[in-house]
């Protein structure tokens, strides 16, 4: 039981908020349940606890008389609560400078409420008649609790998203499909409820889905006849219907109707992913389908064996009885036909007429536009009368554009999807005509409409005090906007709003703007979602994770920060405090250690789904090493220490003494065998200051410089010279082909033909060349296995990197001499050609042949080879 003085709010708010009970809150939310701003909050999944959480985190505030609680034009940050006093509310009346009091506010009352959600500035100014004490919600702390609330509903959401997959991960169609897949599957799904004895399926209804049973048990029927329709078997959770029908594109056979007290099913509709389940599953559906038909037809020659068996319990009615109960059927149908379209008249008849009108009035504007000029689709006012349905891109960006200065709009440019949801506003608002000192709206009414004035200009009256009359205090022209209170607060008006001249208005519902922030909340939830389940799929690789389940990978995930590093950036400081341990997301990161004042000593380098600090945060030490991102991003998760994490500190702790002592000795050799290079090589290793370093830098960009230079010299000389080569080789090889078409001389094709000649002591111009060669004592720079060797050698087609080697009987040439070099086999042999005419023979061997040569009148042929060893220089 509460004491009897805390039962005053005053005494409650008073107290801190950590020290308020739960009881204590429950009172302060029955003393504000019934200000404007609460209510609002009342109709929504988790306004109880936003509510609940405003309350307990209100505090006390206390102003003396005459002092102002805040001035017209300023941005507010507190909505305030009275608990004691009075205040009034002061304007500034059109033309005058002067403040004048529209309304007094007493205990119970509330204001500011406006500064909690949009940046705008404050429409009054507030100050005290009286000694006052305000409870006061400060703006930063509610939006707190909103975002608190939403990373709640989105862990929820992500929770049942997570549970449906793997419900759908359980079925045997869908066994190939990964994750991803069935996502995207399980949200272009529906969930639909059924209760006892209501139909799901209707036979020959178009078949433009197939089911999945979650929940219940559904009978699958076919009718046989008039009387109750045969069923043919019951199917539950996990099971399938309607996949061929689907597969096929033909309609039902079968209906299915829910026989336990509630059923669910997702029915999921035709697309690319259900496509590829079909051609995996042609053949077996095929199948299926043959086994169900037969079954099925097995069932009905059952029944109706059974109709002629037992015919008293299946009572047969004759051609008579059937048209008199089908007549009946029909008077009855009619009646209720005549009876539904009477209560449909009476109810929906102005909205007929009214639907006529605009047809009727639309059909005539587009018979005008034909017949005159197109009106310019600049102007707002034409693009505004067209249907919300025939608007195109083109022209919502042009309203858009002619409303993005609107107060309303400009708060949603900053948000996310801002821009969508005004892109909503400006397809969906409608034309209203109004005459002069016609009333828009009156003060204390509960609005559902936003008002942009296209033409016209409108008052703006307030009562003031003491008095019933209503006075003017502003005027609004073209392109303002009033009433953009009541699309997001239920409250009165302000103000009562009246046409100084005709007017043409712009209008946004109330309702459809609620609808377009839903749809824009879902979709962004939504997306969340994906974005929490493909990281905690993340997180599941995680090795230190691997005995966690996903509600608790979730957990983890939701107690994460991520951040984003540029190349180069500083992560983690030696010495800093170990408050969280890091997971590399993306890129690469340099662990390092400082050993000295210059460069530190880079150990090792950790990517993607590595940790860093794990045992550092485990033995509350400080980091003993630096992390510097390497790449040219990273994105690095940091995790903070709490319960989940302390039950992987107890089964990691043995491993992590050891993953600490292996660190460290790695890091200790490599910091000694850094010192001992230093101590090898100083002279690579000097601290430089910071006038040497300039002097470096300088010296290093120069020494580019010229070195760039040198490389350009270089390869101009290099292609110079390759040109004048290039060229100097195609006059050679022109000058050859000249001489050969002037000398028509036989060209001898082969080795053995001038081994024929030279054998057979032919008289002809070819010996006498070859006679006139010189001898081999002569030459003895000569170049054995060339050309010269041979007769007509340069007419000769032989490869010069060829050495020839024949043998054959000896034979006398008239006592001339011949230079021929004759071997013992017809081998030959390949040899690379010496770069220079300087090739040098063995002592040993260039003397045999001179003795050789001196002692005999001609070349006497030998049955052994004689082996040349070429060497160059």
């Keep these: 039981m509460l004491d009897s003085h805390l039962t005053d709010p005053l005494q409650l708010f008073k107290k801190q908020p950590q020290y308020r009970s739960k009881a204590e809150i429950d009172l302060l939310v029955q003393f504000t349940q019934e200000l404007p701003f609460f209510k609002q909050y009342q109709k929504q999944d988790n306004g109880v606890i936003i509510h609940r959480e405003c309350c307990k985190y209100m505090f006390i505030e206390n102003l003396r008389i005459n002092e102002v609680v805040f001035h017209v034009d300023t941005i507010g940050t507190k909505f305030y609560v009275i608990l004691e006093g009075q205040v009034e509310v002061l304007i500034k009346r059109r033309g005058f400078d002067e403040l004048e009091q529209v309304r007094i506010l007493r205990r119970g009352e509330s204001f500011g409420e406006l500064a909690l959600i949009h940046k705008q500035p404050r429409l009054a100014t507030i100050r005290c008649v009286t000694d006052c004490i305000f409870a006061i919600l400060d703006k930063q702390k509610f939006q707190q609790i909103l975002q608190y609330e939403q990373n709640k509903k989105i862990e929820q959401v992500s929770i049942t998203i997570y549970q449906n997959i793997d419900f759908f991960a359980q079925i045997s169609i869908f066994n190939q499909l990964n994750r991803t897949q069935l996502t995207q599957i399980y949200l272009n799904s529906f969930l639909y409820e059924y209760e006892k004895n209501q139909l799901v399926i209707q036979i020959g209804e178009k078949s433009d889905s197939f089911l999945i049973i979650k929940q219940g048990l559904f009978q699958v029927k076919k009718q046989i006849n008039k009387s109750q329709p045969l069923i043919l078997f019951e199917i539950g959770e996990m099971q399938i219907f309607g996949f061929y029908h689907l597969y096929n594109k033909i309609p039902y056979e079968y209906s299915l109707v829910c026989s336990s007290s509630k059923g669910l099913i997702y029915k999921i509709q035709r697309n690319s992913l259900i496509e590829k389940i079909f051609e995996s599953y042609s053949q077996d559906l095929d199948k299926h389908k043959n086994e169900i038909n037969f079954y099925a037809n097995f069932k009905v020659n059952q029944e109706q064996s059974t109709h002629l068996k037992y015919p008293r319990f299946f009572q047969i009615k004759t051609e008579g009885d059937e048209e008199q109960d089908l007549q009946q059927d029909q008077n009855s149908a009619k009646s209720q036909k005549n009876q539904k379209l ?74 996310d999807n801002g821009v969508i949801i005004h892109r909503e506003c400006c397809k969906y608002m409608f034309i209203e005509n109004l005459r002069i000192n016609e009333v828009v709206f009156h003060v204390d009414t509960i609005g559902t409409k936003f008002y942009v004035i296209l033409e016209g200009q409108v008052e703006v009256l307030i009562k003031r005090r003491g008095f019933d009359e209503l006075e003017q205090v502003r005027i609004l022209r073209r392109g303002e906007s009033f009433g953009e209170l009541a699309l997001i607060h239920k409250q009165p008006r302000l103000a009562t709003i009246r046409c100084v001249t005709d007017c043409i208005f712009a209008i946004l519902d109330k309702q459809k703007f609620q609808q377009i922030l839903q749809y824009e909340q879902n979709k962004k939830i939504e997306q969340v979602s994906i974005t929490i389940y493909q990281n905690i799929d993340f997180f599941a690789q995680i090795s230190i994770f691997n005995q966690l389940n996903r509600t608790q990978l979730t957990q983890i995930y939701l107690n994460s920060f991520l951040y984003e590093y540029e190349k180069n950036q500083l992560v983690i400081q030696i010495g800093e405090k170990s408050d969280s341990f890091l997971i590399i997301k993306q890129g690469l990161f ?50 903070q220490r709490n319960s989940l994490i302390e039950k992987i500190f107890e089964s990691y702790s043995q491993d992590l003494d050891k993953h600490k002592n292996e660190i460290n000795f790695y890091a200790n050799f490599k910091v000694n065998q850094e010192q001992s290079t230093h101590l090898k090589y100083p002279r690579f290793f000097q601290i430089k200051t910071e006038g040497d370093e300039e002097q470096d830098l300088q010296q290093d960009q120069n020494s580019a410089k010229s070195q760039k230079n040198q490389k350009l010299k270089i390869f101009d000389h290099r292609n110079r010279n390759q040109i004048i080569q290039q060229k100097m080789d195609n006059l050679i090889e022109t000058s050859r082909r000249k001489k050969n078409n002037q000398q028509k001389i036989p060209q001898i094709n082969g080795l053995f033909q001038i081994f024929l000649k030279s054998h057979r002591g032919i008289q002809d111009s070819t010996l006498n060349q070859r006679q006139k060669s010189p001898s081999v004592l002569e030459c003895q720079n000569r170049q054995f296995g060339s050309n010269s060797h041979f007769v007509f050698s340069d007419e000769v087609q032989t490869n010069p990197f060829i050495t020839y080697r024949c043998c054959s009987p000896s034979k006398k040439n008239n006592g001339k001499r011949l230079c021929i070099l004759k071997t013992s086999s017809s081998q030959r042999t390949i040899i690379k050609q010496p770069k220079q005419n300087t090739n040098k023979l063995k002592t040993q061997q260039h003397n045999y042949l001179q003795s050789s040569f001196m002692r005999q009148t001609q070349i006497q042929l030998s049955p052994k080879i004689t082996k040349l060893n070429i060497y160059s220089n």
């Excluded at 605009?358 to 034909?370: A, M, P, Q, V, W």
């Excluded at 340099?590 to 880079?602: C, D, E, T």
């Design 342 to 415: 009477k209560i449909f008249d009476h109810r929906n008849r102005n909205q007929i007429i009214q639907q006529k009108m605009d047809n009727l009035i639309e059909t005539s504007r587009r018979k005008k536009n034909n017949q005159q000029k197109i009106p310019q689709i600049n102007d707002p006012l034409q693009l505004f009368k067209k249907q919300p349905q025939y608007r195109s891109k083109a022209e919502i960006d042009l309203l858009v554009q002619f409303t993005q200065e609107l107060p309303f709009f400009k708060q949603y440019q900053k948000q």
């Design 590 to 639: 340099q662990v390092k250690k400082q050993i000295n004042k210059s460069q530190p000593l880079i150990l090792f380098e950790i990517g993607e789904m590595q940790i860093f600090g794990f045992y550092h945060l485990y033995n509350k030490i400080p980091y003993e090493y630096s992390l510097v991102c390497s790449s040219s991003k990273g994105l690095i998760y940091k995790i």
